[in-house]
């Protein structure tokens, strides 16, 4: 069959269950990354703001955008971790009325013993497996991202 063939009715019940699948695993693991990790200081949701900062300061609506909240709950949350000292405002020095966002060095800190644990935990699931089935895991699952994204307005 071509890659782009509709498949018959077999196919498409195959495609169901592996679908089925998908979800169900994509949702246990995320449910299970988004829990606090024992040990962690931040809450879930501060831990995906801090970690889309890690690579440099953004302005608040390009923060909002990609962790894909609103403008206003995104700044919510900036108020919420620069209270507790995890972000800082500074002013955008190509629009001096606009700020930029970034981590405080305990942001940072923490946003890097948070992410040293869920790959801990991560790791440990791993224990058992070997180095080809991981490298198909890898290999599928970056197939798998790429094509969400092609597809991903």
Known sequence: MQPNAAPGAAGQEATGHVVDSVLHTTMSIGRLMRQRVVGDQLEPAAYWVLKHLDHG????????????????TASRHVSQLERVGL???SQDP???????ID????????LHASLTRRR???TSAFATWDAADMADLDRLLS??????EARTP
Do not use: N
């Not at 190509?94 to 930029?100: E, I, L, S």
């Open 87 to 89: 972000v800082e405002r």
């Open 94 to 100: 190509d629009d001096g009325r606009a700020q930029r």
């Open 120 to 122: 801990d935990a991560l």
């Open 57 to 72: 300061s953004l302005r608040i609506t390009e923060l909002a955008s990609s962790v894909q909240l609103d403008t206003s």
């Open 143 to 148: 197939r798998l991202a790429a094509d969400i």
């Open 103 to 110: 981590l405080t060095p305990e942001g940072r800190a923490q």
